[in-house]
């Protein structure tokens, strides 16, 4: 159970990075409280996944999910580069939060 709590604490991250973009600087009233909510939101699952899962580990997933959405979406939204070694870095990111999990 944990690790979909976590999972999900990773999906908001995801929310929360690209909604910075659309909040324009925090100019954007809806764009900046949607974006505030989903850090919130966020980090509470997060926590609440440290109640079962090691520190490191949990962190180290969280941001790898928050990291690989984020630039997943940067590519797809706002068309940010999609060179072969940024794919393969990412993809380097996965494998690390695939060895996390078996090993965890």
């Known amino acids: 159970m944990a690790w979909w709590v976590l999972f999900a604490a990773g ?7 690209v909604g910075l ?3 324009e600087g ?3 009233p809806l764009a900046s409280a949607l974006t505030l909510g989903a850090m919130a939101i966020s980090v509470l699952l997060l926590g609440l ?3 079962t899962l090691p520190l490191g580990t949990a962190y ?3 941001t790898g999910i ?3 959405g984020t630039a997943a979406l940067g590519i797809l939204l706002f068309g940010d580069p999609a060179t ?3 794919l393969v ?3 380097l990111i996965l494998a690390g939060i695939v060895g996390l999990k078996l090993i965890g």
Do not use: D
């Open 49 to 51: 996944s440290l109640k």
């Open 66 to 68: 928050g990291t690989i």
């Open 26 to 28: 925090f100019t954007r």
């Open 60 to 62: 180290a997933v969280w």
């Open 21 to 23: 973009k659309y909040t």
């Open 89 to 91: 870095c990412i993809g």
């Open 84 to 86: 072969a070694a940024r």
């Open 11 to 17: 999906l908001f991250e995801i929310g929360w990075a």
